[in-house]
C-alpha cells in the first residue's frame, strides 16, 4: 500500500464525514448524554435496581437419580413447560467451581446422601427472594405427593401436612429445617435459600455498557455503510476503483477510520463514566475485538447494499434481528446459537471492563470476539474486492 494514496483516501473519509452533520449531531448527543449520567446520575448503590417479573427458567439439580427427582421429572406442569430444566449437577456449568447461571435463572438443588438427609438449596436470581416463588409451589407440591407415595408403599402414615409450603414458599421461612412426624417414610430434609451470588444488575453500569457498544455499532456499521453507499450512488466509489488507488487501499482507509472514530467516541463515553478504565489494557482490547467485529458487519452490508437506504435498513434490519435472537436463545436457554455472534460477547468483555469486574472467563469471550471479528472481516473483505466497489 502506498502512503500518500492512503492517506488522501483517508482525508477524503474525514472530509465526507464533517459534512455529514446528522452524523456528527448524534455523536455530540451521544457524548452529552454520557457526560450528563456521569455528573448527575445517583451512586451506583442507588441506582441498583432487581429484575421486574422474577424468574423465567429454573433447574433442578440433584447428584443422583432418586424417586424424587423421577417423580418431578414426570408431573412438571404444562404451565411450566419448557421452563424447569433437570441436569445433574456434574454436567452444570462451573467456573473455579462455582455454578454459573444465566440472568434470570434460579436453581433448586437436590442432594442425598446414601441414609442421609435430604439437602434442598434453592438459589434464586437477581437479590429477589419471591423471584422462584411459582417454581417453589410446584416443587414442594409435588415433593409432599411424591412422599406420600412413598409412605403408602411402605405402610407408614402420610406426610404431615407442615412439610413444606403448600401453596407459598413464605411457609418455608418458619420451617427451616423439616422432618416428617411419622418417621420412616420421609427422610430428614434440611432446607437453604441463598441468593446467586452475581451482583444486582446496576442501571449505570449496564446504560454505560450500552452506550460504548452503541458507538462502536454506529460508527463501523451504521456510517461506513451509508455513507459507502452515497459513494456509490454518486459514482465516487466507482471513480476511487477507476484511479491509482487499488481495492485494498480503499478497504484499508475505511478500516483506519471509521473504527478509529468509533473507539474514540466511545472512549469518550467510558471516560465519563469511570475514568480510570481508560488505563485499563482489558478495555482497550475490547473495543479493538468489537470494533474489528462491528467493522466487518459494516463492511458486509456496505458491499450488499445498492443504495443508501438499503444500507440503512441493512445496518438496522441486522441490530434488531440478532437483538432477537439473542433474546430468544437467552430465555429459550439455546446457548451454542448466541456463542456465533459478536453482540453476545461484546457486552459482557465491555460490561466488566467499565465495572472493573475482569474475570477468567472474560478474557474467553474476548478471544471469541477476536475470533468473530476475524471471520467478519475476511467475508467482508472478501465480499467488498468481487462486488462492493461497484456501481
Request: hydrophobic fraction near 50%; charge should be neutral; include cysteine.
Amino acid at each position: 500500500m502506498r502512503p500518500h494514496i492512503l492517506a488522501a483516501l483517508l482525508r477524503k473519509e474525514w472530509d465526507r464525514h464533517l459534512a455529514n452533520r446528522g452524523g456528527v449531531a448524534l455523536g455530540l448527543l451521544l457524548v452529552a448524554a454520557a457526560v450528563l449520567m456521569g455528573a448527575f446520575a445517583p451512586d451506583e448503590a442507588a441506582g441498583s435496581v432487581g429484575r421486574v417479573g422474577g424468574a423465567h427458567h429454573c433447574f433442578v439439580e440433584y447428584d443422583a437419580e432418586t424417586p424424587l427427582v423421577a417423580h418431578l421429572a414426570r408431573n412438571v406442569p404444562p404451565e411450566l413447560a419448557g421452563q424447569v430444566v433437570f441436569r445433574r449437577l456434574a454436567d452444570a456449568d462451573a467456573v473455579d467451581g462455582l455454578i454459573v447461571y444465566d440472568p434470570g435463572v434460579g436453581s433448586i438443588q437436590l442432594r442425598q446422601p446414601a441414609g442421609g438427609a435430604v439437602r434442598v438449596s434453592v438459589w434464586y436470581p437477581d437479590g429477589d427472594p419471591a423471584a422462584l416463588a411459582r417454581f417453589e409451589g410446584w416443587f414442594w407440591r409435588e415433593s409432599r405427593r411424591a412422599f406420600g407415595e412413598q409412605a403408602r408403599r411402605d405402610g407408614a402414615s402420610a406426610p404431615d401436612p407442615a412439610f413444606g409450603p403448600d401453596d407459598s414458599w413464605l411457609v418455608l421461612e418458619a420451617h427451616g429445617r423439616l422432618r416428617d412426624r411419622a418417621g420412616s417414610a420421609v427422610p430428614e430434609l434440611v432446607v437453604d435459600r441463598k441468593g446467586l451470588g452475581g451482583a444486582v444488575l446496576d442501571v449505570r453500569a449496564a446504560v454505560a455498557t450500552g452506550m460504548v457498544a452503541f458507538a462502536l455499532y454506529f460508527a463501523c456499521v451504521y456510517l461506513l455503510a451509508t455513507l459507502t453507499c452515497e459513494e456509490r450512488e454518486r459514482g465516487l466509489l466507482l471513480a476511487q476503483a477507476l484511479s491509482p488507488a487499488s481495492t485494498t487501499e480503499i478497504i484499508a482507509a475505511k478500516a483506519l477510520f471509521y473504527p478509529a472514530l468509533g473507539i474514540g467516541l466511545a472512549a469518550v463515553v467510558a471516560g465519563a463514566y469511570r475514568p480510570d478504565v481508560l488505563a485499563e489494557p482489558f478495555f482497550w482490547l475490547s473495543l479493538a475485538a468489537v470494533g474489528g467485529g462491528f467493522l466487518g458487519v459494516g463492511l458486509t452490508v456496505a458491499a450488499l447494499a445498492r443504495t443508501q437506504r438499503a444500507a440503512f435498513l441493512g445496518a438496522m434490519g441486522y441490530l434488531l434481528a440478532v437483538s432477537l435472537v439473542l433474546l430468544g436463545c437467552t430465555t429459550g436457554g439455546v446457548r451454542w446459537v448466541p456463542a456465533l455472534a459478536v453482540e453476545y460477547h461484546g457486552p459482557r468483555v465491555l460490561h466488566a471492563a467499565l465495572t472493573g469486574s475482569v474475570a477468567e472467563d472474560h478474557w474467553g469471550h474476548l478471544l471469541a470476539a477476536a475470533g468473530l471479528a476475524a471471520g467478519w472481516l475476511a467475508l467482508a473483505g472478501w465480499l467488498f474486492r468481487r462486488v462492493g466497489w461497484q456501481a
